[in-house]
């Protein structure tokens, strides 16, 4: 990889997080591209959703740089980053239960920020439009009166990643999409993934090898809070180092 690439989407660079002088994250530095989808793998505790924390805003860095599309994230707050163009879901999805399908797309559509933008807010054909385009990608088309409650939790995932995705982040961060999900719902999620990367980046965190075979741009391989391998799904699974301390377990 050409790491002076002006064009990368996002540059990790020697991002260190320590929590009473743990090092959860430590000098880690990756690079993705527009338009990949990358995956983080590694054992339970490896750092992965602290990586995730640490992108959005959640948890404060100790060092090192965060940077999007030039700008640099470890000064800016959540609320910030998100409109900035970062979208993070957590492992467990958090939908509204009491509303439909519609409304909580609706819920999650980028209002105007400007003094006017609740005015103009009304602008009900291009929100019904935008809803109606994105419950297709997210196979919920036929379900938008359907209460999120009677959903599956498949369903809600997907919800939840629709309910992301109708604020177009550049980078959407997505931490085990796939975990509880039967065989058939991690295919079409897949297929989800695939479909999305086309206007975006997306960096997922997933055990699932199947699963990571069939979105992997490129893996990278998270070990006590640091890089122990980066490449295609292919060099990874392969690098005797990964088959010791991950998947030979
Ligand atoms: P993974 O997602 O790879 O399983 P995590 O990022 O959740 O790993 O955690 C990495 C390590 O950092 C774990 O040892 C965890 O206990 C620790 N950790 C995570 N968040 C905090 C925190 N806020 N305070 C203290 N320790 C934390
Ligand atoms: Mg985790």
């Known amino acids: 990889m050409d790491y002076n690439n002006p064009n990368f989407v996002l540059m990790v660079e020697d991002l260190t997080v320590s929590f009473d002088g743990f090092k959860a994250v430590n000098g880690l530095s990756f690079y ?7 995956v983080m ?74 003094v006017f933008g609740s005015l103009f807010f009304r602008r009900d054909a291009e929100v019904k ?62 297929e989800l993934l695939n479909r999305i990367i086309d206007h975006r980046s997306v960096i997922v965190i997933e055990h699932d090898m199947g699963f990571v075979e069939d979105i992997a741009t490129r893996v990278t391989v998270l070990h006590q809070g640091k890089t122990l391998s980066e490449g295609s799904m292919e060099r990874v699974k392969n690098d005797p180092k990964v088959i010791e301390v991950y998947l030979g377990h």
């Open 41 to 114: 793998i590694g054992p339970n505790g490896a750092g992965k959703t602290t990586v995730l924390d640490l992108i959005c805003g959640r948890t404060k860095a100790t060092s090192g740089s965060v940077s999007f599309k030039g700008k640099e994230l470890l000064t800016m707050r959540e609320d910030q980053i998100v409109l900035a163009g970062v979208g993070r879901k957590f492992q467990t999805p958090s939908v509204y239960e009491d509303l439909s399908v519609f409304e909580n797309l609706e819920l999650s559509f980028p209002r105007g920020h400007g």
């Open 129 to 190: 439009e935008r809803i109606a385009e994105i419950a297709e990608t997210i196979f919920l088309a036929d379900l938008l009166d359907e209460k999120a409650a009677f959903l599956s939790h498949g369903q809600k995932q997907w919800l939840e990643i629709g309910m992301l995705l109708i604020q177009d982040p550049e980078l959407l961060m997505l931490d085990e999409p796939v975990a509880g999900m039967s065989v058939a719902e991690r295919k079409k999620t897949a």
């Open 32 to 38: 993705v591209e527009p338009n990949e989808c990358r």
